[in-house]
């Protein structure tokens, strides 16, 4: 048996808790995050389409998408440490 295996085996460890967000109840609610947000979108179409401002929806989505998929600051692992000089 492999030390990888044993490690699984212990059932002395205390297991967290499933995260919100793939709980039953927070996929309800991105599901009804989205739908909402389609139909609001659908409704204010004119007024998204005609105010210019959706040329900085790009780069907004550009910085929520580096935000988010690295955990915000500190996320990049070996930055900012000094270990460059």
């Not at 699984?8 to 309800?28: K, L």
């Not at 409704?43 to 580096?66: A, D, F, K, Q, T």
């Amino acid at each position: 048996m492999t030390e990888h295996s044993e490690h699984h085996m212990n059932r002395d460890e205390p297991t967290r808790p499933p995260s919100f967000w793939r709980s039953r109840a927070g996929i309800y609610l991105i599901v009804a995050l989205a739908g909402g947000g389609l139909l609001l979108g659908y409704e204010h179409r004119v007024h998204l389409l005609g105010s210019g401002l959706l040329i900085w929806l790009p780069l907004l989505l550009c910085v929520g998408m580096h935000f988010f998929m690295h955990g915000g600051h500190g996320g990049h692992g070996g930055h900012g440490k000094g270990d460059d000089t």
